[in-house]
């Protein structure tokens, strides 16, 4: 039996690769990453010696549906900063890494095209070809899928053309001392979100880690600017306090602004899911790999 390639390690890829590798379907996962997770994403910056951690994309997870609460109750998340929403531990990172625990997963492997042979489905990347497969499941960003999909599923493509996201510049700080300020802050200027990532179960508590989230407007006005060109005034806005030290990342296709409004789209070879595909949340994705899925087996 010819393998499934699922493109993308997010939390929709991860999602569809378990479930058919429960159901006796051969997988391989592959992202464009160093690691999986996709925006469930944690850094590790050390500073004179000492690593701070920060979840840099997404900041906490909220279950609505058994069959993602279940998989949160799995990996032991915790409530933070309510009882309603919840985050693992030691980063956010840590549930990527979980769902992608026996599966084939291969990292750091962008790829740029798909063919189909007669032999089945294959992967074009820098370094050459993956395959065959029989068939391919895409799970990144629309915009990143779009190409990949067009030349072979035109139709599935067009759909997808509809969903917009915004961007969103994310600076990570540690300061010295503790700010007088509650743990999570948010629509203050140019701030959108601001979170004492020290202040979540599992983490540090000894150190003064703050995540600072720019406002869509900001981040689309500075999208192509450069990290230090953003910190500056993002900090301003925050805090008088100088910070031991500042990094910045750049999501361009962070917060969804308009979905597709079905669960996924499959054609019978290849398909597509994604948090694009129902709202802006991680459980949105988790639902949308389920579906996607859940029609390849049934196919």
Known sequence: MLPIAIIGAGLAGLTAARLLAAAGRPVRVFDKGRGVGGRLATRRITHDGVTHSFDHGAQYVRAEGKGFAALLDEIQARPWPDSLRRV???????????????????????????????????????AGAQGPFAAVLVTTPAPQAIPLLAPHAPRLARSLVGIRYAPCWTVLAGFATRLPLPDTLRHRGIIGWAARDSSKPGRDASQENWVIQASPGFSA?????????????????????????AQAHRWRYALLQSPLGAPCLWDGALGYASDGCLAGRAEAAFDSGTALAQKVLAA
């Open 221 to 245: 006005a500075h999208l192509e600017e450069t990290p230090e060109h953003v910190i500056a005034p993002l900090l301003a806005a925050f805090t008088a306090e100088t910070p031991l030290f």
């Open 88 to 126: 693992p531990a030691p980063g956010m990172s840590a549930l990527g890494r979980a769902m992608a625990g026996g599966l084939d997963v291969t990292t750091a492997c962008e790829i740029r095209a798909l063919r189909q042979e007669e032999k089945g489905w294959f992967l074009d990347h820098a």
